[in-house]
């Protein structure tokens, strides 16, 4: 049985009454966009209202003579059955002030759902669909015990592996905060975080879809990476060898200026590390070519500090590279 929240039931009667801001309009968008099952509760709710006509605009004093009215325009139509008790549900809730739906009668109860967290180490995942995942450290992944329907719909929070097994018939759906996600067998990354959401393709195709605004999308293609933000799509080649290092251990350096290796190196070890402005600052940035596998943050500083003479101090919370 699915539970609409009060706030989300008071943007559905505004929108219904054509009295939404700009700002809730949007919110409504976001949640609608969240599962196919809120689209289909929404629109039968768009259709009792449009069916009922002004029966559920006007204000109601007599509700026995309201529920007739809208029995004699119910029964000039078809599907007179469960549209009608959604109907009568609708209804109650209008003449009380708000849309309150006490249960979503027209679906079987949802399956089971499984939630997995990798608190402290990467977590291996197989779906019942055979598709891999693996979760990193700190992140979330909900999906159900058995895919049912035409979709197998899974929801991230953080960032993760998937290698999608392919079953055209089913798309593959990835629910983050700001973003849907369809593929039908691939392999890629997504991150998901409060800023942004980042997609790394390597095999296959991934349709990027906004959940702010759904008309927004990117085909992502093999080899390409793109960030979808508050300004939108930037989609640009992968260019990155480690975009996988959090899950394979190996950081890949080839003739790399010290400043993109700062930012591999933090993301890999979930650090602040940045170049100082004196180091940024010489004539020739100095750059990295090493191969990591498996090492600690300080073996790997102090192989830098041995390759081009780089220390390292602690400031705060930031690791500070510089030139001795």
Known sequence: MIQIPEQILLLIEKRLKGRPSGTEMEQLQQWRAESKSHETIYRQLEKIWQESGIILQEPVYDIENAWDKVDIRLEQGKNKGKVRLLSRLAVAACIGGI?????????????????????????????PDGSQVVLRKGSTLSFPETFTGNERAVSLTGEAWFEVQHDKAHPFRIQTTRAILEVVGT??????????DELAVTSGKVLFTSKADTAKKQLISPNQYSILNAKGFDTKPLNNANFLSWKTGVLQFDDTPIELVAIA???????????????????VTPTITAKFNQQPIDSVLEEIKLLVNISHRKQKDTIILYKQ
């Open 99 to 127: 849309l309150i739906i006490a249960g979503w009668l027209l679906f079987k109860e949802a399956p089971a759902m499984r939630l997995v967290q990798a608190a402290q180490i990467n977590t291996p995942v197989t779906l």
């Open 187 to 196: 392999s890629f990354t997504i991150s998901t975080t409060d800023q942004q």
């Open 265 to 283: 190196l933090s993301n890999h070890y979930n650090l602040v590390i940045e170049p100082d402005s004196a180091l940024m600052k010489l004539p």
